[in-house]
């Protein structure tokens, strides 16, 4: 199982470069680090089982509503790739299981 992310900005239509992401699986923490130049984070690999990733959103953007957006989902099939994007700005975000 492999696992990845992409944090976009809404408001300026590019990627976020250096936001602060954190997998967790039964209360322990898998893997962290900052996403790339291109608003990414791929490699990681935390198995089956229901997951938590930490975006660290207060420190991307200074004034915000949600300075943490935690998104929990669930991996069935361990041989599968598990892509979780993620739309931000400083009042709403949204997400979706990408490919």
Do not use: C
């Not at 300026?12 to 470069?17: D, E, L, V």
């Not at 992401?21 to 229901?50: C, S, Y």
């Amino acid at each position: 199982m492999s696992f990845s992310t992409h944090v976009l900005d809404a408001v300026t239509g590019r990627p976020a470069a250096g936001v602060q992401v954190r997998l967790e699986h039964q209360g322990g923490v898998v893997a962290e680090g900052r996403t790339d130049e291109d608003g990414r984070i791929k490699g990681w690999n935390p198995g089956a089982g229901i997951h938590r990733v930490v975006f660290d959103t207060g420190a991307y953007l200074k004034d915000t509503f949600y300075p943490e957006v935690v998104i929990t989902f669930t991996v069935t099939d361990p041989a599968e790739h598990y892509h979780v994007p993620l739309l931000l700005s400083p009042f709403a975000y949204s997400t979706y299981r990408g490919s």
